[in-house]
């Protein structure tokens, strides 16, 4: 049952480009010249949806370059809180820097453990730019997705024994 999801998207050169150089000087106008800094693409929406039930249960709207993103910072600062983590980005790098939405989907409807979860992530981009030479927003994306899940114990205080009902691998 995935309790989490985090989707981390930066920008990549044109994937068809096999002769562009990775870690060369060709890259003064590339956002992949600091590999620690994600683009956010400007996203409209992400949703996650798991065996049909979405996560958050409403589309959300945002617009990066018009400081329109607080419910996107918000998710990842509640899931950074709900792990007793605190967040390392503000909200001026999470603007500028990176893309990260974060997803807490502990509100599910049960389901069997046997059972396998369809889980979806669903995004869309307001406006796809002509060539690759934002940062802010780069034509093409390259994208991780982070999948937390639970474990579940069975815990049997009759004979003191404590077995894995469920792991998350």
């Known amino acids: 049952?995935?309790?989490?999801?985090?989707?981390?998207?930066?920008?990549?050169?044109?994937?068809?480009?096999?002769?562009?150089?990775?870690?060369g000087a060709n890259q003064s106008n590339s956002c992949n010249k600091n590999y620690s800094l994600n683009a956010h693409?400007?996203?409209?929406?992400v949703q996650v949806r798991i065996n049909g039930q979405e996560f958050?249960?409403?589309?959300?709207?945002?617009?990066?370059?018009?400081?329109?993103?607080?419910?996107?910072?918000?998710?990842?600062v509640d899931v950074c809180?709900?792990?007793?983590?605190?967040?390392?980005?503000?909200?001026?790098?999470?603007r500028d820097n990176y893309f990260v939405?974060?997803?807490d989907c502990s509100d599910q409807t049960k389901k069997e453990s046997t059972k396998t979860t369809n889980l979806q992530?669903?995004?869309?981009?307001?406006?796809?730019?002509?060539a690759n030479d934002k940062r802010s927003n780069p034509r093409f994306l390259e994208g991780y997705l982070i999948v937390l899940e639970d474990q579940f114990l069975n815990l049997n205080a009759k004979s003191g024994t404590c077995e894995v009902f469920s792991q998350i691998a």
């Open 1 to 23: 049952i995935p309790r989490y999801v985090v989707l981390v998207l930066k920008g990549v050169n044109n994937p068809s480009d096999g002769a562009a150089d990775q870690n």
């Open 41 to 45: 693409a400007d996203l409209e929406s």
């Open 56 to 76: 958050p249960n409403m589309l959300q709207d945002a617009e990066m370059t018009k400081n329109q993103f607080s419910k996107f910072y918000q998710q990842y």
């Open 81 to 94: 809180t709900n792990m007793d983590q605190d967040p390392c980005l503000t909200m001026n790098e999470f």
């Open 101 to 103: 939405a974060a997803f």
């Open 121 to 130: 992530v669903i995004m869309k981009r307001r406006d796809l730019p002509g």
